[in-house]
C-alpha cells in the first residue's frame, strides 16, 4: 500500500533494490542469460559482463576464490548500496509527512515525480560508462564525486529542510522547493547506483560476481529502513514517548535536519575512505563492444524500440498497471489523512521483509519455464480486487478508531491485507523479469535488458502520479453551516471557514477512482491480456537486434 509500496514499487518500481534478490534465480532459471537488472546501460552492466566473462585475466585464471578471500570487496559493495538507500528511505518518508500536513493530492502528485529518476537512469546511463578518468578509476571517476555532492547537499538540506516543510509556525509547505530539491536528491542517487552496479560487476572475481546481487537486495533494503521506517519512527514523538522514553517530550529523538546532517557526514566521510583506500581492477579493459561510444548506444537503444514485437510490449506494459494505481499510490495517504499513524504504517514493512525474501524464490518456479507471462496473467485479477479491498479499509478506518488509537485486530487486518497483495505484486514483477530475461537479445543483454526494465517501470510511475493529480477533482465538498457558499477551489474552501462555516466531503475522489481504475484494469486484463500474453509466442528472430558493423 502507497506510500510503502509506491516508493518500493516506484522505484523501487526500483519496487525501488528490494526486489534484486529474484535476481540470481533468474540468471539460472528464467532463460540462461546472464544479466544484471537495472545496471547501466550496454556499455555498462552488460559490457563489464563481458568484459569480466569473456576475456582471460588474472582474475579469471588459476585456482577458484572463496568469499572469504574477497570479504573486503563485498562489505564495501553492501555498505555502498546501504548509502544507496538512505536517499530512497528519506524520499519515500516526505509523502507521509506532508500528509500528516493536509497538504493536496495535486501537491503530492507533483512531489511524486521525485520517484522518476531510478526510472530514467537509462537516459544518462551511457555517459556515465563512456566518460572517465582512466588514471583514477573508471567507476570511482562518478562514484567519488556523486558521493561527495550527495554529502554536500544532504548537510545543506538539514539547514533548509524545516522551512520547506513548513516549519513549526504553520506555514504551507513549499512543494515546488521540496520537489525540485528531491528529484536533484534522486538524481545523484541513481547516478550513484549506476556507478556502484557497473564496479559490482568488476569488483569482484568470476566466482564471487553472484554476491553483488545480493549485496544490491540487502543493502539498499537496509538503507531504505533506515531512511523511512527507522527515521519515521525516532521522529515521531508519540512513537518515542510510549515505546523508548520515560519522560514525555514535544519532539522525537530524531528531527529530519539531524538525520539529513548525519548522513551527509558518513558520506563525505566514507567516501574520502574509498577514493583513498579502495582501488580498481585495471587489468580488466573494457570490451571492443563497450568502447563504441555515446551516440553508438543511444542508436542502438532506438533500433530496439522500434522493432515490432519490442514496440508492442512497451505499449502494453505502459498501461497495464492503470488498474493498480488508485490502489498503490493513494491508499497509504488516505490511511494517514484517516488517523493512522505515519510511523505505525511504516513499521508493517518490518514484517514484510522475510516474505519478499521467499516470495520471488518461490514464484520464480512457475516463471522459469518458456510462458512466464501467464503467471502475469492470472495475477492481475488478484490484484485488481485488491484496490476494492483497499477502499474497504479506507472505510473501515474511521469506524474501528477510538480515542486510543486503533485497535489490534485493525493492525492484523492491514497487515494480513499488505502480505496477500504483496503474494500479487511480485508474482506480476518476477513474471515480467522472467519474460525480459527470456526476450532479451544475450549479445546485448544489459542494454536490453535495462531497456525493457525502464519501461516496466515507467509502466507504475505515470499512473500513480496520475491518480494522486485526480484525487481532489474527483472530490466533491459542501460548505455546512453557511448559505451561498461552496467548496470547489481552495479560495472557496478558506471563504467558507472565515464565514463560519465548514467543508464536508459528500463524495470522496478516492473511492471513484479505485472503481474506475478497476473497471480499467479488467477492461486491459479482458481485451489486452490475452494480447500481451502471446509476446511469449513470438518467433526467437523477433526479439533480435539486426545490427551492421
Known sequence: MSPITSCKDSSRQRRPGSYQSSLDVLKNDASGLDFYEDGPAGAGAGGDREALLGEPNSRSLGHPKGYRAELGSILLLLFLYILQGIP????GSIPLIL??????????????FVFWPFSLKLLWAPLVDAVYFKSFGRRKSWLVPTQYTLGLFMMYLSRQVDSLLGGADGK?????????????????AATQDIAVDGWALTMLSRENVGYASTCNSVGQTAGYFLGNVLFLALESASFCNKYLR???QPQGIVTLSDFLFYWGAVF?????????????????????EETKGIMDTYKLLFSIVKMPAVLTFCAMILTAKIG????????????IEEGVPKEHLALLAVPMVPLQIILPLIISKYTAGPQPLNTFYKAMPFRLLFGLEFAFLVWWTPNVKYEGGFPIYYYIVLLLSYALHQVTVYSMYVAIMAFNAKVSDPLIGGTYMTLLNTVSNLGGNWPATVALWLVDPLTAKECIGVQGHNCATAAATELCSKEGGSCVITLDGYYVESLVCVALGFAWWLFLGPRFKKLQDERASSWKCRRTS
Open 88 to 91: 530512497l528511505g528519506l524520499a
Open 99 to 112: 500528509q500528516s500536513k493536509n497538504v493536496s493530492y495535486k501537491d503530492q502528485a507533483f512531489f511524486s
Open 172 to 188: 504551507s509547505p513549499d512543494i515546488l522547493a521540496l520537489t525540485v530539491t528531491f528529484f536533484l536528491f534522486e538524481f545523484l
Open 246 to 248: 520515560f519522560q514525555p
Open 268 to 288: 563525505l566521510i566514507t567516501t574520502t575512505l574509498v577514493a583513498l583506500l579502495k582501488k580498481e581492477d585495471k587489468r580488466i579493459t573494457p570490451s571492443r
Open 324 to 335: 493498480f494505481s488508485a490502489a498503490d499510490a493513494v491508499t497509504g495517504l488516505k490511511l
